[in-house]
């Protein structure tokens, strides 16, 4: 399941301070003995000899070279993160009252009104956590981290969050927005990749909206396991017994994070999973074992099964965070709510299985309450850069007609 994003962002690197020329000065007879003319006329400059700059063409030359040198080296510290040439690490509030004894923070999005009883969006219930800065895209927005520590799972583990730029709007101050948990593959940990800025994923839900293809998502992009993808042990995104209770941190502690600190949707229709390889399965696992809490996934190259060796011994649980079982019973339960799962899959994957068993689960259950979609990449490959494009052709439109926000 080892899974990681393709492609370095590669350092900025200057080529140099611009380089002057010394200026010589004139020597030698007076000009109008040199030259035959009275002093103080000008003269042209003799063949192959460069004319003279003047001073004030000097200190231009100077200032200017001055201020390219002042841009590239700002530039260079803030790609490595030098203050003050950088925000990261102040403190973002989301339109929130900072946590106390923080200073700074972000104050759009001014606090409205206790919402009538029969409103679809819930206020932030508190306590607000301690966001620090990230980074800041080009349109404003911060993606912020916190640590945070599960009051039902007992695990502590960081958590990124990312608002789109709509939620500090003032059209939208009285609304409730969706939230999308985004599950890494591989180890999650101790980052999950989509929080980085290179796949682009925040830019796209952005993009995606404008197009109306997409709702305005905040993303939720929690660690995914509890340590290394060691020798290939991993958590399947589930409380393996014995284990941190990582099933428990991803469906209960950090959607009571994103209830917390911002205005969401009280109902099931506001809360979504996406992920890819692992994260892809523990999306599909959630939003299957927990219909009544989550409605829906979008599931990149995902197992349809639990395969982690640390289920040894414990085969009732792992019975119990099996998606094909979770499927059955969620079809044979009457009444069982809707769900909808997307999928998308490309040729190439590493895993040759991936395809055929993506398309058994759904010609198997995809029925009655469960409703499916597939993607196909041609050429896709098994890696997060082949996934986030692809969302906007299908998976994330699929998902969005189903969802609400932003409501009031």
Same mark, same amino acid.
């Given at each position: 399941?080892?899974?990681?994003?393709?492609?370095?962002?590669?350092?900025?690197?200057?080529?140099?301070?611009? +380089? +002057? /020329?010394?200026?010589?000065?004139?020597?030698?007879?007076?000009?109008? +003995? +040199?030259?035959? /003319?009275?002093?103080?006329?000008?003269?042209?400059?003799?063949?192959?000899?460069?004319?003279?700059?003047?001073?004030?063409?000097?200190?231009?030359?100077?200032?200017?070279?001055?201020?390219?040198?002042?841009?590239?080296?700002?530039?260079?510290?803030?790609?490595?993160?030098?203050?003050?040439?950088?925000?990261?690490?102040?403190?973002?509030?989301?339109?929130?009252?900072?946590?106390?004894?923080?200073?700074?923070?972000?104050?759009?999005?001014?606090?409205?009104?206790?919402?009538?009883?029969?409103?679809?969006?819930?206020?932030?219930?508190?306590?607000?956590?301690?966001?620090?800065?990230?980074?800041?895209?080009?349109?404003?927005?911060?993606?912020?981290?916190?640590?945070?520590?599960?009051?039902?799972?007992?695990?502590?583990?960081?958590?990124?969050?990312?608002?789109?730029?709509?939620?500090?709007?003032?059209?939208?101050?009285?609304?409730?927005?969706?939230?999308?948990?985004?599950?890494?593959?591989?180890?999650?940990?101790?980052?999950?990749?989509?929080?980085?800025?290179?796949?682009?994923?925040?830019?796209?839900?952005?993009?995606?909206?404008?197009?109306? @293809?997409?709702?305005?998502? *905040?993303?939720?992009?929690?660690?995914?396991?509890?340590?290394?993808?060691?020798?290939?042990?991993?958590?399947?995104?589930?409380? *393996?017994?014995?284990?941190?209770?990582?099933?428990?941190?991803?469906?209960?502690?950090?959607?009571?994070?994103?209830?917390?600190?911002?205005?969401?949707?009280?109902?099931?229709?506001?809360?979504?999973?996406?992920?890819?390889?692992?994260?892809?399965?523990?999306?599909?696992?959630?939003?299957?074992?927990?219909?009544? @809490?989550?409605?829906?996934?979008?599931?990149?190259?995902?197992?349809?099964?639990?395969?982690?060796?640390?289920?040894?011994?414990?085969?009732?649980?792992?019975?119990?965070?099996?998606?094909?079982?979770?499927?059955?019973?969620? *079809?044979?339960?009457?009444?069982?709510?809707?769900?909808?799962?997307?999928?998308?899959?490309?040729?190439?994957?590493?895993?040759?299985?991936?395809?055929?068993?993506?398309?058994?689960?759904?010609?198997?259950?995809?029925?009655?309450?469960?409703?499916?979609?597939?993607?196909?990449? /041609?050429?896709?490959?098994?890696?997060?850069?082949?996934?986030?494009?692809?969302?906007?052709?299908?998976?994330?439109?699929?998902?969005?007609?189903?969802?609400?926000?932003?409501?009031?």
């Amino acid at each position: 399941m080892s899974h990681a994003p393709d492609g370095q962002q590669q350092p900025y690197r200057s080529e140099g301070p611009y +380089q +002057q /020329q010394p200026y010589g000065e004139p020597y030698g007879q007076p000009y109008d +003995q +040199q030259y035959g /003319q009275p002093y103080g006329q000008p003269l042209p400059p003799s063949p192959g000899e460069p004319r003279r700059p003047s001073r004030v063409r000097r200190w231009v030359i100077a200032g200017a070279s001055v201020l390219a040198l002042a841009a590239v080296a700002s530039l260079v510290m803030n790609h490595y993160e030098i203050p003050p040439f950088t925000d990261k690490g102040e403190s973002v509030s989301f339109g929130q009252l900072p946590p106390s004894g923080s200073a700074g923070g972000d104050t759009g999005g001014a606090a409205v009104a206790t919402p009538p009883p029969n409103s679809k969006m819930s206020m932030p219930t508190g306590p607000a956590a301690d966001f620090k800065n990230s980074m800041t895209l080009s349109d404003g927005t911060h993606v912020a981290v916190t640590t945070l520590t599960g009051k039902k799972s007992g695990f502590k583990g960081k958590v990124w969050v990312w608002a789109p730029k709509e939620y500090n709007d003032p059209k939208f101050a009285k609304s409730g927005f969706p939230v999308m948990i985004a599950l890494p593959g591989g180890a999650g940990y101790p980052n999950n990749y989509w929080m980085g800025t290179d796949l682009g994923l925040q830019s796209s839900i952005s993009k995606w909206y404008s197009q109306g @293809k997409s709702k305005p998502f *905040i993303l939720a992009m929690p660690v995914l396991n509890p340590g290394p993808d060691d020798k290939g042990v991993y958590w399947d995104g589930s409380d *393996i017994p014995g284990q941190p209770k990582m099933g428990t941190w991803l469906t209960d502690d950090v959607p009571d994070l994103m209830r917390a600190n911002f205005r969401t949707i009280k109902s099931r229709d506001g809360w979504a999973y996406m992920g890819s390889s692992t994260g892809g399965f523990a999306s599909l696992k959630a939003v299957l074992k927990h219909p009544e @809490k989550f409605k829906a996934a979008i599931c990149s190259g995902p197992d349809i099964v639990p395969d982690s060796s640390l289920w040894k011994g414990h085969d009732k649980e792992k019975a119990e965070n099996n998606p094909e079982l979770l499927a059955k019973a969620l *079809i044979g339960k009457k009444g069982s709510p809707d769900v909808y799962l997307a999928f998308q899959v490309g040729t190439n994957e590493s895993n040759k299985n991936t395809l055929p068993n993506v398309q058994k689960f759904i010609a198997d259950y995809g029925k009655g309450p469960i409703h499916t979609n597939l993607r196909i990449i /041609q050429g896709g490959r098994h890696n997060a850069k082949t996934y986030v494009p692809n969302m906007g052709e299908g998976p994330i439109q699929f998902i969005s007609k189903v969802m609400e926000g932003p409501v009031e």
